[in-house]
């Protein structure tokens, strides 16, 4: 069963200037089947969650814990809290020239499962999961990332969470640049991930229009570097209809 719990963390990112605080003590527990949205505004500390939580070293946890199953990642490296379960769909997703599609995945399922998957099999699997993300077997030969439209390294990435199967998954803006079939596409992979029962779920928005084809179990407003409401898919559609902006002034006035 997959788990994840997040316990009062404060995290500052590292700029020239010196640390500057971002998260003020997010408290979240998602459980197994649980997918949580996390919905807020711009420079609200949502990406900065993610990346904290996934380890990139321009983010510093300055306290507070998060715990996959048990296992606290904090303690760990990038490459171990991958290990844990952790999967980060990211919402700039980066090139990676010379790469292939099919030699990355294969080195990531490789590193994660500690042996090489069957080249027979392994064939199949990711030209099934390509094709499931409406991605040609031609695909596979490209450079990650590389030349790639915004609706390609978006499939790309739930191709990757389909293959690599973590226990749990932070998809991070995975709608941004998104036509609608490409939308439907991705919100279809995701909802056949998270329809294992055992996975866990953040799912990283702005908008409302993705939640119309993936079913939240929980929707939290994030503002300031923290949660500040949670409620079900009503909560949702009273952000699209009113924004953030009572809860920007809400915070504001509250002084915290």
């Known amino acids: 069963m997959s788990t994840l719990v997040i316990t009062d963390l404060h995290a500052d990112v590292i700029t020239e200037e010196g640390d500057k605080p971002i998260l003020n003590g997010v408290n979240l527990t998602i459980n197994p089947g649980e997918i ?43 490459d171990e809290r991958a290990r844990a379960g952790l999967f980060l769909a990211m919402q700039y997703p980066v090139e990676v020239p010379g790469v292939s599609v099919a030699n990355f995945l294969r080195t990531a399922k490789t590193a994660l499962a500690g042996q090489a ?22 695909f596979a ?12 390294k978006k499939r790309h990435e739930i191709a990757q969470l389909e293959l690599l199967n973590p226990k749990a998954a932070i998809l991070d803006e995975t709608d941004s640049g998104l036509d609608i ?19 866990a779920v953040v799912l990283i928005t702005h908008y409302t229009r993705i939640l119309r084809y993936i079913e939240p179990t929980v929707v939290h407003v994030f503002v300031d570097g923290k949660v500040v409401e949670t409620g079900g898919r009503e909560l949702a559609d009273k952000l699209e209809a009113e924004g953030y902006e009572s809860y920007v002034r ?3 006035a509250a002084g915290v």
Not at 50 to 73: F, M, N, R, W
Not at 117 to 138: F, I, N, Y
Not at 141 to 152: A, L, P, Y
Not at 184 to 197: F, L
């Open 250 to 252: 809400a915070n504001a």
């Open 141 to 152: 030969g490209r450079s990650v990332n590389e030349g790639f439209s915004g609706g390609e």
């Open 181 to 199: 079939d490409a939308l439907k596409v991705v919100s279809e992979g995701v909802n056949r991930y998270a329809g294992q029962g055992d996975r």
């Open 117 to 138: 998957p069957k080249v027979r099999h392994w064939v199949k699997d990711v030209e099934s999961a390509l094709g499931r993300m409406q991605l040609d077997k031609t």
């Open 36 to 78: 949580h949205a996390i919905m807020g505004p711009n420079g609200s500390g949502k990406s900065t969650m993610a990346y904290a939580i996934a380890g990139h070293p321009k983010y510093k946890i300055t306290s507070g814990s998060v715990k996959l199953d048990g296992v606290e990642l904090t303690d760990l490296t990038v």
